[in-house]
């Protein structure tokens, strides 16, 4: 099995995508968390919290997605 020499830029060229989406989808949940005490109490923030779960959930795909990519181009070697 071949090893591919990787390079900090070429690491980060293929991967501060994927960082990216998980420190947004991190941010995300840190907002739905914070508004969890409330929603039993509230209707909106019931829903406020449901929808940035939801987001969260949609962007950590899609991180998953980036770093899948990455891998894929890392071990190419492109």
């Known amino acids: ?3 591919n020499t990787i390079t900090v830029s070429t ?3 293929a991967t501060d995508l ?3 989406l998980f420190r947004e989808a991190d941010r995300l949940n840190d907002i ?3 508004l969890l005490p409330n929603v039993a109490n509230s ?3 019931a ?3 449901q929808t940035a779960r939801a987001a969260a959930d949609a962007k950590t795909l ?3 997605r ?3 990519k990455a891998r894929a181009e890392l071990r190419s070697g492109n």
Do not use: R, V
């Open 32 to 34: 739905a968390y914070d």
């Open 11 to 13: 690491w980060h060229a």
């Open 62 to 64: 899609e991180g998953k």
């Open 1 to 3: 099995m071949k090893c």
């Open 18 to 20: 994927s960082n990216e």
């Open 43 to 45: 209707p909106e923030d």
């Open 47 to 49: 829903l406020a919290f």
């Open 66 to 68: 980036s770093w899948d």
